[in-house]
């Protein structure tokens, strides 16, 4: 294989992750008073908030759940929700002063540098484990379950990398994986 190392070519794409910030809300009183909002109950039962810097998306619900999407780091995630605190407190609400949140999702791209022969991954992985049906979708989908991901081949040799925890899933997928393709000689 040439110098290209698959591990340096991970990508975070999104982060959900969710957040109990206070008891309770009041959305019609938040989207009117919250730069940025949109409410509108018939199409989301949430107050949508969208920031720019970091770029995420907060939901927000009555139950005082947020889910926070968007976010392309851990960091920014942090960022996103601070700052979401902070605009809740200054309009009085109780919140929190150190909010936490629990990741739901981590999507990661990455590219193993090379195309790779789905047919012959179907045939050669573990059959309990892929879903291959190139008719219905041009991807190889390969459930693991250390760490628990799913992951998306493509035959450019690209990877989509999704269920992750933490930053480090998607890492251990793709070694895993490069691992399982030399193992069968298809890399």
């Known amino acids: 294989m040439n110098e290209h190392k698959p591990e340096e070519s991970l990508k975070i794409e999104n982060i959900v992750a969710s957040a109990k910030v206070t008891e309770s809300l009041d959305l019609p009183s938040l989207a009117s008073q919250l730069k940025d909002a949109e409410y509108n109950k018939k199409r989301f039962p949430g107050v949508v908030l969208r ?26 995630l942090s960022r996103g929700l601070e700052i979401l605190g902070d605009q809740l ?39 309990d484990k892929i879903e291959y049906e190139p008719e219905q979708f041009p991807g190889l989908v390969y459930r693991l379950d250390d760490p628990k991901v799913v992951v998306l081949l ?13 930053p480090e899933d998607a890492r251990r997928a793709v070694q895993r994986i490069l691992s399982e ?3 069968l000689g298809l890399i």
């Not at 770029?55 to 392309?72: D, E, M, Q, R």
């Not at 949140?101 to 059959?127: E, R, W």
């Not at 493509?154 to 933490?166: A, P, R």
């Open 181 to 183: 393709l030399s193992n």
């Open 51 to 76: 920031m720019q810097d970091p770029k995420i998306a907060a939901l927000i619900f009555g139950s005082g759940k947020v889910v926070l999407t968007g976010a392309k780091s851990i960091d920014s």
């Open 89 to 127: 407190r200054a309009l009085g609400i109780d919140i929190p002063e150190n909010l936490t949140y629990k990741i739901q999702n981590i999507v990661t791209s990455a590219d193993l540098g090379t195309p790779i022969n789905l047919n012959k991954i179907a045939v050669g992985f573990n059959l």
């Open 154 to 166: 493509f035959g450019s040799g690209k990877l989509i990398i999704t269920g992750g925890k933490v």
